[in-house]
């Protein structure tokens, strides 16, 4: 199984950005897939978090700025960044709980994907 981030990169404050992740492999079942993010020296930050019936929960730093999606047909999750702010700097960490063909329930994660937002 593995999880293939792709997006980000630079925008200026007030801009968008989106990311999107998706997971590849033999997947019986993915239940929750989620987007965290993380400073240097900092802890990691859970950003969203979708439901497989597409109930969403937001950190209340990107409430009404961001948008979690996921497409279960091709196991993607999105994230769609607006009004973005330059506290919105951090790489971002896509993941999914997920169960494989023959195996047991996980917690899979994205390579990480830069996300920089300048003032």
């Known amino acids: 199984v593995q999880l293939q981030a792709s997006g980000g990169g630079l925008a200026q404050a007030g801009g968008s950005l989106r990311l999107s992740c998706a997971a590849s492999?033999?997947?019986?079942?993915?239940?929750?897939m989620g987007w965290y993010r993380q400073n240097p020296g900092k802890q990691r930050e859970l950003v969203a978090v979708i439901t497989s019936d597409d109930s969403a929960n937001y950190a209340d730093s990107v409430k009404g700025r961001f948008t979690i999606s996921r497409d279960n047909a091709k196991n993607q999750v999105s994230l769609q960044m607006n009004s973005l702010k330059p506290e919105d700097t951090a790489v971002y960490y896509c993941?999914?709980?997920?169960?494989?063909?023959?195996?047991?329930?996980?917690?899979?994660w994205g390579q990480g994907t830069q996300v920089t937002v300048s003032s």
């Open positions: 492999g033999s997947i019986l079942r993915i239940n929750v």
């Open positions: 993941y999914a709980v997920l169960k494989p063909y023959g195996s047991t329930w996980s917690t899979d």
